[in-house]
């Protein structure tokens, strides 16, 4: 019995310094790289991934479980681009990524900022606002099911900067933009599973 | 003692009276030679405080990080800010940023250049809008025509607050009468619950806890207390003055905070309390730089400066309270406009509660929060510039989009406070629903 106790009392404590181990075999933080300094860390590639795809799941829930719910059950709270303005909205699926967005930026500790940008903005703040994202939304526009990984110098700074193919993956997305007010005369007519923009996760590297 | 003796013991003393002086002036807030240490006179939205050098500096007169925010940062947010500092923080914009780093304040208000300063603390010239914005003709053809400088003072765009002049909201109010058919403020909740509660005179005695006893022995009930909001309220004479041994015939602001926090803090957002809120003594209207009647000059502005004990009169506080100082040709108006006769007949009961407009209406305008209540907004600046902010939150309970616009864009009609109808055109509506009509047809071609 009392040896049972003693390994039911370390087993908290050996969960914990397994746990410390990995985060310190992490670097555990996010501007660790372990390709450039030499130090215990995540690969740039690694961590931008890594947020990728919790941005994706996030996203994808909203749209699935939040948004297209709504939509079945013909609830009377809808999606509005002017959901701040409206009675009964709620935002879009990329407004709300794009809130998500600001709120990093402000966070100091994030070690990271991300951004939805597109070659056919609707809004020009969300167009291509340097080489690398220009390239980097031409490749993953030509190339749906690749990344485009690559660095840039902004105003001093080293950024690891990695671009995500956006796709439209229902008709709404598509639908929405292709009817919207503000789309110039070259704005494809998109369908679903079209890429219409790219997200874009940028680490300083220090 | 040696000449050279005498002359260091004078330069001794020059140098320490200097000194003194130096320091009784950068620490003592009221001391009347600090105004010698201005770099420049401030703008009109801080003279009131410019002695208060610690409101906006640090200790080694630095600006501090949130001087700005601090007394501000609720407005912007309530504003829905078009030009948010976070959405300046994606490192691609460091080009924009470099020209103008418009994530700072002081890019465009800065402070003791009264030679700089425009509209709105406005220190930088008025076309800044082409720092990012250059390409806007090529997306909007109907822009060509139009001058930068023109954006932001010609009624039509706002840097901040475009919560009435976006396109869409526009296009929602095309066709809107100058008058609607059923104008009509948000109540305010006291009138809600005076409808509903119950005679409370039968529990006024029992609540009157430590009120002073009247000679006869009886509780001695304030004439002007009786039928106030408070009694209907049931806030005795203790919970303002204390009872017993605390019972004080001084009632502070903090009395008044204590249950109307969310007033007294609006209050010493505004320019009627913005000195409180610095730690300095209340503004008084003879420190004013509008017009001001003599007779007030040296009142201090308090809650009862327009809510007079006991009896708290909204009424009196919405209009004669103003007028009680304020001196200028728009406020002296306002008594042969039609916005005072609907005042009046409202008192009078000969129309519905809130139809009438008094000063209050307009500047310490009656506001509805997300829970759905009403609130009287009391920094009374809140709104006032640019003007366009009251569009939503006063003038189109009553009024027309386009016609608020065009009275807000005519000077002239708001120095005559609101006589007659407005001679300037903005035809913001008119463009949005143009806009929207090309893109519409150009959506039907085959």
Not at chain 1, 96 to 112: C, H, I, P, T
Not at chain 2, 196 to 207: A, E, L, V
Not at chain 2, 215 to 223: A, F, S, T, V, W
Request: hydrophobic share 35%.
């Amino acid at each position: 019995m009392k040896k049972l106790w003693s390994l039911r009392a370390c087993l908290p404590v050996a969960l914990m310094a397994t746990f410390l181990s990995v985060l310190v075999g992490c670097g555990g933080g996010t501007g660790g790289n372990s390709e450039a300094n030499g130090k215990p860390g995540i690969p740039h590639k690694q961590f931008a991934d890594a947020v990728h795809a919790v941005m994706m799941a996030d996203r994808t829930v909203y749209a699935q479980h939040v948004v297209d719910r709504l939509k079945a059950q013909e609830s009377v709270v809808k999606p509005d681009e002017y959901w701040h303005d409206e009675d009964g909205t709620i935002p879009l699926p990329a407004q709300m990524f794009r809130m998500g967005a600001e709120l990093v930026s402000e966070n100091e500790e994030a070690g990271f900022s991300y951004s939805l940008k597109s070659k056919w903005p609707l809004n020009e703040q969300n167009k291509a606002n340097s080489d690398l994202e220009v390239a980097g939304l031409d490749y993953v526009t030509a190339n749906p099911e690749e990344n485009f990984y690559g660095e840039e110098e902004l105003a001093g700074v080293n950024y690891y900067t990695a671009v995500y193919a956006d796709v439209a993956v229902a008709g709404a997305c598509s639908n929405c933009h292709n009817s919207h007010a503000n789309r110039g005369d070259d704005y494809p007519e998109f369908k679903t599973g079209d890429v219409m923009g790219g997200v874009i996760i940028r680490i300083p590297m220090r | 003692m040696s000449q050279t003796a005498i002359t260091f013991y004078i330069w001794l003393c020059l140098s320490g009276v200097a000194l003194w002086f130096a320091a009784y002036s950068m620490l003592d807030d009221n001391a009347v030679s600090k105004s010698l240490l201005l770099p420049g006179k401030t703008s009109h939205g801080h003279y009131q405080i410019e002695m208060k050098c610690s409101a906006c500096h640090t200790t080694s007169m630095g600006i501090k990080k949130d001087a700005c925010l601090d007394c501000h940062e609720a407005e912007l947010k309530l504003s829905n800010d078009t030009h948010a500092a976070k959405k300046f923080n994606d490192p691609t914009n460091v080009e924009r940023l470099a020209t103008l780093d418009v994530r700072e304040c002081t890019a465009c208000h800065r402070e003791h250049v009264p030679d700089q300063t425009r509209k709105m603390g406005l220190t930088i010239p008025t076309d800044y809008c082409f720092h990012c914005h250059q390409d806007v003709q090529e997306q909007r053809p109907s822009h060509r025509e139009f001058a930068f400088d023109s954006c932001s003072t010609a009624g039509c765009h706002n840097y901040h607050d475009n919560r009435a002049l976006y396109e869409k909201f526009l296009l929602q109010h095309t066709q809107e009468p100058d008058l609607l058919d059923d104008p009509q403020l948000p109540l305010r909740l006291l009138l809600d619950r005076k409808a509903t509660s119950d005679d409370p005179t039968s529990r006024r005695k029992d609540q009157l806890v430590g009120a002073p006893d009247g000679e006869d022995g009886e509780i001695k009930i304030p004439h002007d207390w009786h039928g106030s909001a408070h009694d209907f309220a049931g806030t005795t004479c203790a919970a303002c003055h204390g009872e017993g041994q605390s019972w004080s015939d001084n009632v502070s602001m903090d009395s008044c905070a204590n249950c109307h926090d969310r007033q007294f803090e609006s209050f010493i957002r505004g320019r009627h309390g913005m000195r409180i809120q610095a730690g300095l003594s209340p503004m008084v209207p003879g420190a004013a730089r509008l017009p001001m009647k003599q007779s007030a000059a040296h009142d201090q502005l308090t809650c009862m400066s327009c809510h007079t004990a006991h009896q708290y009169d909204t009424r009196r506080a919405a209009v004669d309270a103003c007028l009680q100082c304020h001196n200028d040709e728009h406020s002296l108006a306002y008594k042969r406009s039609a916005h005072y006769r609907g005042w009046q007949d409202e008192i009078r009961g000969e129309a519905a509660p809130g139809t009438g407009v008094s000063c209050a209406t307009c500047h310490l305008p009656r506001m509805v929060d997300e829970k759905g209540n009403t609130f009287v907004e009391h920094n009374q600046n809140d709104n006032l510039r640019p003007n366009e902010k009251m569009l939503r939150e006063v003038c189109m309970h009553c009024h027309g989009l386009g016609f608020s616009i065009d009275s807000l864009a005519d000077e002239s009609l708001i120095d005559r406070c609101f006589q007659g109808t407005p001679k300037k055109h903005v035809d913001s509506i008119g463009m949005a629903q143009r806009w929207f009509e090309a893109k519409q047809k150009k959506k039907k071609r085959p």
